[in-house]
């Protein structure tokens, strides 16, 4: 954090009159600034919070105009973590297309990753032939990535206003839906394992068995959080009536997810529009009155309860069932043969070889199109929204009937939870902007996408 005046430094000149050395503001966000202080001579000073700011969230940059402590205009910088992911999207098949939006919200993968596949599936007209189990699995990995997103907002909140324990804590009841992701997907993050058509693989051996136990395990750090959080005064003290937005301010604004719902309004994707049959579950959504940053972190404490609800039923869906296929029977869409660990820890089963390299050369020429060319999609265009741990995601996806998209833009739910700064932080206290903040829990990657 570095503070200015309006007489700030850009380069260095003489001064004529004095003799002496002075610096002036000119350029970027600081001429603006400067100019109208000068022209209504006032002195102000303005604080500038990031990019790498730890409390930032990311690579957001806050720019606070201050009086004394408090905060009289804020406004955000986005845009230090563009990686051009739509446009490359452009350039890959339509099956790469999840590895690219994996990696944009990289605290919730499984959610750009859900949301891009049934967009595409929409245009492919297969959403009904999508297999049961790949459904209900896809459900079980988003909702584990729910509690594990909402565990990271209410970790680096805490520790932002100095609970460290309330972070080691909250990370550590992370890492147990970590180890379950990395089980069934082989990775902790950035999986593309939701795949156009159903998943990549079925649930290895054991699976069920080892969530169950995470849940538990789970529940015992949820209730340490609990202790150290929701009786604790000094923390009630800095969040209760902080970072205030009410219910009129949330709809103009277009907030969504936890934030929407602290003021009273239940929207929640999964009731309003289900997909991935979330209308066949049993969960509640919670919501609260009092719209400021305490009651966010108690909507999604309640959320993680709830999201293991949902879980809970996916397990008894997948143990009922039983083994089964996880992709569509459509050999021009599904990859020719199972995808599967070899006996080397790497690579594909040696059956999958052994078919494709050995016994059948229609099989080879067809896995190599597929996996090179990809599969065509009709033309059209198509929305997607899916309910993200941040609010709502939406996927239009534009096809001029060829093997890649022609457009893929997201509608990311910290982009547009990111203008509320200005209103929750303005009026209020250097020190409240932290917490402010961290009640929005933005992610930088799904903003400069």
Not at 8 to 26: M, Q
């Amino acid at each position: 954090m570095s503070t200015t005046t309006p007489r700030a430094t850009a380069h260095l000149v003489d001064d004529e009159t004095s003799g002496l050395p002075t610096f002036e503001a000119s350029g970027g966000d600081w001429s603006d600034i400067a100019e109208e202080a000068a022209r209504i001579g006032e002195e102000r000073i303005v604080v500038n919070m990031g990019p790498q700011h730890p409390s930032t969230h990311g690579v957001l940059r806050l720019m606070l105009e201050i009086d004394g402590e408090t905060v009289t205009e804020a406004r955000a910088g986005i845009g230090y973590l563009h990686t051009g992911i739509e446009k490359n999207m452009e350039f890959r098949t339509w099956t790469q297309g999840v590895t690219f939006c994996t990696r944009m919200d990289y605290v919730a993968p499984l959610f750009q990753e859900a949301a891009y596949c049934l967009a595409v599936e929409k245009l492919l007209g297969i959403t009904d032939d999508v297999p049961e189990r790949a459904t209900v699995i896809r459900v079980l990995l988003m909702e584990l990535n729910r509690i594990a997103s909402h565990l990271v907002c209410i970790a680096t909140g805490g520790n932002e206003l100095g609970a460290t324990t309330i972070m080691t804590v909250g990370f550590t009841a992370r890492e147990e839906v970590l180890r379950i992701f990395e089980l069934i997907t082989g990775l902790r993050m950035n999986h593309a394992f939701i795949r156009p058509g159903g998943v990549a693989q079925d649930i290895p051996p054991g699976s069920i068995d080892t969530i169950r136990e995470a849940l538990t395990t789970m529940r015992h750090y949820f209730r340490q959080l609990e202790d150290l959080m929701l009786a604790n005064p000094i923390l009630k003290l800095r969040l209760q009536g902080v970072g205030y937005l009410g219910l009129s301010g949330c709809m103009a604004l277009g907030m969504t997810g936890p934030v929407l719902r602290s003021a009273g309004l239940p929207y929640d994707v999964r009731k309003a529009a289900p997909y991935c049959g979330y209308e066949t579950y049993d969960f509640e959504v919670p919501t609260s009155t009092e719209a400021d940053s305490w009651s966010r972190v108690v909507l999604r404490m309640e959320e993680c309860y709830q999201s293991m609800r949902i879980v809970e039923q996916t397990l008894d869906r997948l143990q009922k069932m039983g083994p089964g296929p996880v992709m569509v029977a459509d050999k021009k869409v599904a990859w020719p043969a199972q995808l599967a660990i070899g006996s080397d820890g790497m690579g594909n089963s040696l059956d999958h070889i052994k078919e494709i390299m050995g016994t059948s050369m229609e099989a080879l020429i067809h896995h190599f199109k597929l996996v090179t060319e990809g599969f065509r999609v009709p033309a059209g265009q198509v929305f997607q929204t899916v309910e993200h741990p941040r609010g709502e995601l939406g996927v239009h996806l534009v096809s001029d009937g060829g093997t890649r998209p022609y457009r893929a833009h997201f509608r990311d739910p910290s982009f547009n939870n990111l203008q509320a700064v200005s209103i929750m932080c303005e009026g209020g206290q250097v020190a409240d902007v932290v917490v402010a903040v961290a009640s929005l829990d933005p992610v930088l990657g799904g903003v400069d996408r």
